[in-house]
């Protein structure tokens, strides 16, 4: 069962929202914009705020609907970060796409939304704490460190702590490729 839904949530990562907002409102193709990158950011920035928040909304949206289609089929709590990885994963690297596709950070968004709100507030309160010194992104970077530890208080899922630390690397290391 949860080989099918990590299958369906890779499936689910590749909806690129901002390709399909760029097409649809725009007439425009976002690999072509920008910084090419298919994401909320540079959706933002070429599109303007109504588009970043579109996307922004999409890409968190598409993980939460194959999160809770898993919640509902009653898998477990890491078997749902194996989900959230997946989509993640389907968000990055796209076959549909040539596996060029957004940066991760709007769906891994989602999904820590769903599998714990109380995280979230950790990783967003410590992102305001170092803004003033490290400016958006490297913060936010630097916060994600923080999630597999908050995650684990919240919830006392080791196994689903690695997985979201093996899965922060990855979204570290894609915001690194230039």
């Known amino acids: 069962m949860i080989l099918l839904l990590c299958l ?3 499936f689910c990562g590749q909806i690129l ?3 399909i907002i760029g097409k649809l409102f725009y007439k425009q193709d ?3 914009e920008g910084s090419q990158n298919p994401g909320a950011r540079n959706a933002g920035r070429v599109f303007g705020k109504a588009a970043f928040l579109l996307v922004l909304c999409g890409d968190i949206v598409k993980m939460i609907v194959p999160m809770w289609l898993g919640k509902h089929f009653g898998v477990n709590l890491e078997e749902l970060v194996l989900l959230m990885v997946s989509v993640v994963i389907g968000h990055m690297y796209p076959s549909l796409f040539s596996f060029s596709g957004g940066k991760g950070v709007a769906p891994f968004l989602g999904g820590l939304l769903f599998l714990s709100p ?3 507030a950790v990783t967003a309160v410590i992102m305001c704490i170092l803004w003033p010194f490290f400016g958006f992104t490297r913060s936010g970077l630097l916060t994600l460190l923080s999630v597999p530890i908050s995650f684990y208080l ?3 899922s080791l196994t689903g702590s690695i997985f ?4 922060i690397i990855i979204v570290i290391l894609k915001h690194l490729k230039k």
């Open 17 to 19: 929202t901002a390709h």
């Open 164 to 167: 979201l630390g093996i899965l």
């Open 154 to 156: 919240f919830t006392e």
């Open 8 to 10: 369906m949530g890779y």
């Open 118 to 120: 109380f995280t979230v």
């Open 30 to 32: 976002i690999f072509k």
